[in-house]
């Protein structure tokens, strides 16, 4: 339909005003006028019935790694196993069915589910997957574990520690590995994915593309392919050749251009070592580099992504911030930083003085914060505490998206939603409106796309998400991991429909 009435319980726009309504109108596929008992008596145009049911602006995951996400649906899951023993087995399965030689290659491995609460050996690969070449993902996703033919075949100068190689090793690997994946496969892969990100309430994704995480021209192949996605993708090149950004037309550069690397392997950049005496992590770039790349990427008025975890990387990025806007100021770059998860007040400050804007993944939170997990055990109890501090951000009214970091957690707004009103350190909780600003307004500002995304507003894509139950009204938390979505539009299209709770769409 070009053009038709929507008629809902109550419609959450987010716009400045914080308008609530009953009924909208959509025309090709544009919001075109929004109220209260909008519709005329008399009318033609069709009218949709979501009387019983609440509308929020189509939710925007703001950090997704969505050809890696898209090649986990072809891989084997092993999220759901209980020991390695486990694990081992149902390679085998798999090694049996496939020709000598074929590579194995499984994902979600994480050791703090299994019995042993251990990684699996190089040396056990080895016995058991002699004639084939294993890589074993870890959850984090900036790790891996190798057989010895696996090293063989790759041909690369990477250095394991018993079979396990971490952040650009790990990426080298993974890299070399996705060369082999049929890009027919791929394809199905990525329609797949983003269905099931529909399915969440999903309208619009931030993807963080190139580089050795994806599959080789990753980027072309999403824009080659956007016309035939249910929802929009916003691409950032995870690249540091300006050249090619331009040549594609793309306005963004960057994502997980490592600073730093991840807390889960003791590669984060941090000022105080890891638990028990683990180390401070790695610094990937110097000072003079990092801002002679900024510097460059500046001038030619891209926008710049950074991923920086720990105290040192997130200060070495936002110094070298600092040093590019006080040469070159520039009032509405919106220059970002991916994860931010352990700043000091300080970093806050300045982040906040430079306009730069986050992309911030707060289901972190619930898989790793809180009393005893993986925070608390690798960086202690005081340092877990300042993980990914929303409240305090927000203070400084620093402009924070939310996000996934798909495939390390799932795309699930509420899930992330949840995550950021449960902080485990409650000086750092937000508003349930707060969290869903950062699923929806926030992440259409830092990406540029604000005046067609993020809010119900007149002019703007008809991007919409209709869900069971009011999360307002919930008198517990925890009924936010499971509201049911009922339906989602994408550009005035239903892209995903719950048929058991509606009949009439």
């Known amino acids: 339909m070009k053009k038709y009435f929507i008629k809902a319980k109550k419609i959450y726009t987010f716009d400045h005003q914080k308008s609530i309504y009953d009924t909208l109108l959509i025309e090709n596929n544009k919001i075109s006028d929004l109220g209260n008992n909008l519709i005329p008596k008399d009318t033609d145009i069709p009218i949709i019935d979501l009387s019983d049911y609440i509308i929020l602006p189509g939710f925007i995951d703001s950090h997704v790694h969505l050809t890696s996400t898209a090649i986990n649906e072809i891989l084997i899951d092993l999220s759901n196993f209980t020991s390695i023993k486990e694990i081992v087995k149902a390679l085998e399965a798999l090694r049996d069915s496939l020709p000598e030689g074929d590579w194995i290659v499984a994902k979600e491995f994480d050791p703090v589910n299994l019995e042993e609460k251990r990684n699996i050996t190089q040396e056990e690969l080895d016995k058991n997957f002699p004639k084939h070449p294993v890589l074993i993902i870890r959850k984090d996703s900036h790790s891996s574990i190798i057989n010895s033919l696996g090293m063989k075949l790759l041909d690369v100068e990477i250095f394991p520690e018993n079979g396990l190689i971490k952040e650009r090793d790990h990426q080298i690997a993974i890299g070399k590995v996705y060369q082999n994946i049929d890009p027919s496969l791929l394809v199905k892969g990525l329609i797949k994915t983003l269905k099931k990100a529909a399915e969440k309430g999903i309208t619009t994704i931030h993807a963080l593309e ?39 037309g793309l306005r963004r550069i960057g994502g997980c251009l490592l600073v730093d690397g991840s807390i889960s392997t003791l590669t984060a950049a941090v000022s105080e070592p890891y638990l028990p005496n683990q180390g401070y992590g790695v610094l990937f770039w110097d000072m003079e580099t990092l801002s002679n790349f900024i510097r460059t990427a500046h001038k030619e008025d891209l926008q710049i992504a950074f991923h920086a975890v720990g105290d040192r990387g997130i200060d070495l990025l936002v110094r ?13 770059h919106r220059h970002r930083i991916e994860h931010f998860e352990l700043p000091n007040k300080e970093h806050i400050k300045l982040a906040s003085q430079l306009n730069l804007t986050l992309s911030l993944q707060p289901s972190f939170l619930y898989f790793w914060g809180g009393e005893g997990k993986l925070y608390e055990q690798l960086l202690g109890k005081e340092r877990a505490k300042r993980i990914i501090p929303l409240r305090s951000i927000l203070k400084e009214e620093i402009t924070a998206g939310g996000g996934s970091d798909s495939s390390v957690t799932p795309m699930d707004p509420f899930l992330g939603i949840y995550s950021a009103i449960n902080h485990p ?34 002019n703007k894509d008809a991007d919409l998400v209709i869900l069971e139950k009011n999360p307002f009204e919930f008198r517990e938390k925890e009924e936010i991991l499971n509201i049911k979505i009922v339906a989602t539009i994408s550009r005035g299209r239903f892209v995903y429909k719950d048929t058991n709770l509606v009949t009439n769409l």
């Open 210 to 248: 190139g580089g050795y995480t994806s599959p080789p021209n990753s980027p072309q192949l999403l824009l080659g392919l956007s016309q035939y996605f249910p929802i929009d993708v916003i691409i950032y090149y995870q690249t540091t050749s300006i050249k090619k950004v331009k040549e594609l």
């Open 320 to 332: 070298a911030y600092q040093k590019v806007l006080k040469e070159i100021p520039k009032e509405d």
């Open 425 to 458: 350190n409650e000086e750092e909780r937000i508003t349930l409106e707060e969290a869903i600003k950062m699923f929806t307004y926030n992440g259409a500002y830092i990406g540029f796309i604000e005046k067609e995304k993020g809010s119900i507003e007149r």
